[in-house]
Structure formats: C-alpha cells, structure tokens
C-alpha cells in the first residue's frame, strides 16, 4: 500500500512535469534540461514503487528508451525534431512500458498534426513571413497525459471500493 502512494505520488509529479514541459515548449520553443534530468532520476524510484524487477522488465525501460533515443537523434540531425524533445521522449519511455509507449507516440502524432494545422493556420490568418516553429513538447505531454490516464489512474470504482 506505501508503494502505491509512492507511484501515484510520482505519477502526479510526472504529469506536472509534462505541464511544465509543454508551456515552456509553447513560451520559449525550448524544454529545460533540468526538468529532462528530474523526469529520468525519478525513473528508478517509479520502477521500485512499482515492483518492476531487474530483468528483464527495467532492460526493457531502458533498451526502449536507447531505440527511441538512436531513432529520435536521427530525426533530430534531419532538422526534423529539436533536442528537448529528442530528450523528452527518451526520458518518458524510461517510466512508460513499452507497448503504452507506443500509444504514447500515436496519441503524439495526432496530437502533432492537429497542432501543425491550428498554428499553420494562425501563423498564415496573421501573415506571418518567417518560419513557423511547432511546439511539439506540447504534443508530447498530450500524448503522456493519455496514457497516465488511460493506463496508470486508478478506475472511479475501484477507488470508491466497488
């Protein structure tokens, strides 16, 4: 019972996280490396309080995250996507299991495009000439608050006893 208020302690500093790091992706077009470095320290303890053993379940945290980290340098040297969030992702795929973190990326992606075209369309309404940058912190953390949604809170009716 402890472990479980550890977890849910560190999922709601987790998604707090997420917040912080979409509003300053959204005023600055950058996410902090502190914030990037308090997310991924706080990954063991996640793995602890939530009774992951060693092997192979935080090898696998950790091999999912050094894919995502080769596959998402890549983008990054194609100009496609910037270093925090390089950084960002990497570090959520050391708290989110493998399979959910493939939701994480769809729900991502979506959240992406309909992102792409709401700032598109305000960057073309005011006429704007130079390049549009495209918060995508901002479509991480929607991505991340889905799936601490759908798969780490607790049922409205488990919580109440039924």
Known sequence: MPGDYIQY???????IALLI?????????QIDNWLNAAIALGAPVFWWSSGLALWPDVAMQVGVA??????????FALRVMGGGDVKL???????????FFLQLLVVMALAGGA??????????IRRQKDKLAIPYG?????????????????TAGASIGL
């Open 66 to 75: 050094l894919l995502a980290f080769a596959i998402l340098c890549g983008l």
């Open 89 to 99: 992702l990497t570090v959520l795929a050391l708290w989110i299991q493998p399979l």
């Open 9 to 15: 302690g560190l999922l709601i500093a987790l998604a």
């Open 138 to 154: 901002v479509a991480i953390a929607i991505g991340g608050w889905w799936v601490l949604g759908t798969h780490h809170l607790p």
């Open 21 to 29: 790091a979409a509003f300053t992706d959204l005023r600055r077009r």
């Open 115 to 124: 992102l792409c075209i709401v700032l598109g369309g305000w960057h073309m």
